[in-house]
């Protein structure tokens, strides 16, 4: 049968994808343009003039910066708060820790036996983020507080001497931490267990392999992808946290976090932030470069 | 949140052998909810702490239970800055979930639909996606900053509104993304066969298709923008919203409104959410 198009119609019986035309030429672009532009004026360049800020000198009095290459500022501010660094290394590194630890056999649980309950229970993960990310730290504040709800009953039973203190410790900081980003840990997770093949594990099964080799050969294998970027997703913006410290962690144990904010808002010193925020983001691309290396197929935004 | 969209495939549970049942039977549920009380405990916690009194009278919210009020749902608007500041808080997340999910969807379109030899820059705009999502937002935040301070743009609302867009569009891509994957071309075809213009095939037959994703990522982008606390920290100059508002008080103490406030939110939200759960089984 011979089909033919009029030629006044754009759409006609050509099947989708084979029409001709500027306008379909330019669709991608087009569809792209608006959110490509205002990544690139909002994003990409304010984090290279970010980078470029860091090379500049800046007059503490009018708030003038003159490009001056001052390679020197990165090092310096880097000895300079380099414990604020390590505390939060160290802070970040044992939070993403217990979160990998608390939600795997949650997430594991959901993938394989959540069945037709899964949307409620991939809903109550995601229960924290209904709350404010502020309010959520204020709560442990009061949770961990040593007269509050909790502490203060523990105390009044004798379940805990009188003296036991926690707030305004690194473990307060490290707990707070924990809870607020465990929904990051736990979805990655999730999406890496449901997308295992099922029929994998039956075959390993119908070979005869144990449970416990089924889960170490075939499962764990198969989710280290999935782990890795539930590690990044976790660490890198808890790396550059400063709400937890600063309301849970007291005086001490500053973050580095807290250094940044403080160079823009109170210091003013801009070359001096940008060369702090410039060292985070430098910890954090090699973090993706590595995953990218290591584990390329995925990335990581599949994950979420 | 766009993992709410994910459709559950209601397999059995994974075939293995019969003995040793009980992890799956009782030592993981029994885990799992455990782990579920974790997470709600804080929040219920906040919800209790919004019926607490205070002493003598001084409107702070103290740390040990003291009496039963409902006085605070009563007197919700009373406390000066915080009401203006979480009606910002809403205005801003209404504008920015608006523009990003407009810009977020189309963006999502152009990424499932083309391929290099038609989209050139499609790897650069996945990587800066990507990047996006897992940059640290301080880092986000602090740049921004620089830009503007460098440029003598002053802060307010308008900053606001340009740095939440920004770090919504690519939660708002990733949403509607996952969603079109599984759209099944023939469908818009059919409608071009049966001579529907395109702007006909998309308002009737595209958009309805992808309608559940694009409201999940609309949800995310609000949620994201409404949560928001160390960019708008940034960016917020006099202005502050709701999140900024309450940080700033918490040295001061915390009037109990702020959790009158953060229950709304939570309900709301829960709501919400509950419905697209609904909405995405009923289209499925």
Redesign the interface.
């Known amino acids: 049968m011979e089909r033919t198009v009029p030629p006044d119609?754009?759409?006609?019986?050509v099947?989708?994808g084979r029409r001709r035309g500027v306008g379909r030429?330019l669709?991608?672009?087009l569809?792209?343009l608006?959110?490509?532009l205002?990544?690139?004026l909002?994003?990409?360049?304010?984090?290279a003039?970010?980078l470029s800020?860091s090379l500049k000198t800046c007059s503490p009095s009018t708030?003038a910066?003159v490009m001056t290459w001052h390679w020197g500022e990165i090092p310096s501010e880097v000895s300079l708060y380099h414990q604020e660094f390590i505390t939060s290394l160290y802070f970040a590194a044992i939070a993403t820790l217990i979160d990998l630890v608390?939600?795997f056999?949650?997430a594991?649980?959901?993938a394989?036996?959540?069945?037709?309950r899964?949307?409620?229970?991939?809903?109550?993960?995601?229960?924290?983020?209904?709350?404010?990310?502020?309010?959520?730290t204020?709560?442990?504040?009061?949770?961990l507080?040593?007269?509050?709800?909790?502490l203060?009953t523990l105390k009044h039973i004798h379940l805990l001497p009188s003296g036991f203190h926690v707030l305004g410790t690194s473990y307060a900081v490290i707990a707070g931490l924990a809870?607020n980003y465990?929904p990051f840990t736990a979805?990655p997770l999730?999406?890496a267990l449901?997308r295992i093949d099922?029929r994998v594990?039956?075959a390993a099964?119908d070979l005869y392999a144990?449970?416990r080799a089924?889960f170490m050969k075939v499962i764990m294998p198969l989710t280290v992808p999935g782990i890795f970027a539930a590690f990044?997703?976790t660490f890198?913006?808890m790396?550059?946290?400063?709400?937890n410290q600063?309301?849970l962690g007291g005086t001490s144990n500053t973050m580095i976090?807290t250094v940044?904010?403080n160079q823009?808002?109170v210091n003013f010193d801009?070359a001096g932030?940008?060369s702090l925020?410039a060292v985070?983001?430098v910890v954090?691309?090699l973090?993706?470069y590595l995953y990218a290396r290591l584990l390329g197929s995925r990335?990581?935004?599949q994950y979420? | 949140?766009?993992?709410?969209e994910?459709t559950?495939s209601?397999?059995p549970?994974?075939?293995?052998?019969p003995r040793?049942r009980r992890w799956?039977r009782f030592i993981?549920?029994t885990?799992?909810w455990l782990?579920?009380a974790?997470?709600?405990f804080?929040?219920i916690?906040?919800i209790?702490?919004s019926f607490n009194k205070v002493y003598n009278g001084i409107p702070q919210?103290s740390?040990?239970?003291i009496g039963f009020t409902t006085e605070w749902y009563r007197q919700w608007s009373n406390v000066p800055g915080l009401t203006p500041a979480f009606w910002l808080s809403i205005r801003l997340a209404l504008v920015s979930t608006a523009i990003s999910t407009?810009?977020?969807t189309?963006?999502a379109?152009?990424?499932v639909?083309?391929r290099p030899p038609?989209?050139h820059g499609?790897v650069i705009?996945?990587q800066?996606?990507?990047?996006?999502?897992?940059?640290?937002?301080?880092?986000?935040g602090?740049?921004?900053?620089?830009?503007f301070?460098?440029f003598n743009i002053g802060r307010g609302f308008l900053t606001l509104v340009?740095?939440h867009?920004?770090f919504s569009?690519?939660?708002v891509?990733?949403?509607v993304r996952a969603r079109l994957s599984g759209f099944d071309?023939s469908l818009?075809?059919a409608a071009?066969?049966l001579?529907?213009?395109?702007r006909v095939?998309f308002t009737r037959v595209t958009l309805p298709l992808i309608m559940p994703g694009v409201l999940a990522g609309a949800l995310m982008a609000f949620?994201l923008s409404?949560?928001?606390?160390?960019t708008s920290?940034?960016l917020s100059g006099s202005s502050a919203p709701?999140?900024v508002w309450?940080?700033g008080v918490?040295r001061v103490g915390?009037p109990p409104q702020?959790?009158v406030f953060?229950t709304a939110?939570?309900t709301v939200?829960?709501a919400f959410?509950?419905m697209s759960?609904v909405l995405?089984?009923k289209k499925v």
């Open positions: 119609h754009p759409g006609g019986v099947p989708y030429a669709a991608p672009y569809l792209s608006p959110a490509g205002w990544l690139l909002l994003f990409v360049i304010p984090l003039f970010m800020l708030g910066c608390i939600s056999p949650i594991y649980w959901i394989f036996y959540g069945g037709r899964k949307n409620f229970f991939l809903l109550m993960l995601l229960v924290p983020f209904f709350v404010s990310f502020v309010i959520r204020l709560v442990w504040e009061f949770i507080a040593d007269n509050g709800v909790v203060g809870y465990l979805l999730y999406v449901e099922r594990l039956e099964h144990t449970r089924g990044l997703l890198i913006p790396f550059g946290d400063y709400v600063q309301i976090g940044i904010q823009f808002l801009l932030g940008a925020s985070l983001l954090a691309l973090g993706i990335t990581i935004d979420l | 949140m766009s993992l709410l994910r559950t209601d397999e549970a994974l075939v293995a052998p040793k799956g993981l549920p885990y799992s782990v579920i974790y997470l709600v804080p929040i916690l906040m209790f702490y919210v740390f040990s239970w407009v810009l977020g189309m963006l379109i152009a990424l639909r083309y038609r989209f499609k705009v996945e800066v996606i990507f990047l996006n999502i897992a940059a640290p937002e301080i880092v986000m602090a740049s921004l900053l620089g830009l301070v460098s340009l740095a867009v920004m569009i690519a939660y891509t990733v949403t071309r818009e075809e071009y066969d001579g529907a213009t395109p095939t949620a409404i949560d928001d606390f160390v920290n940034f709701f999140p309450v940080y918490t915390i702020v959790f953060g939110i939570f939200g829960i959410a509950i759960i995405a089984r």
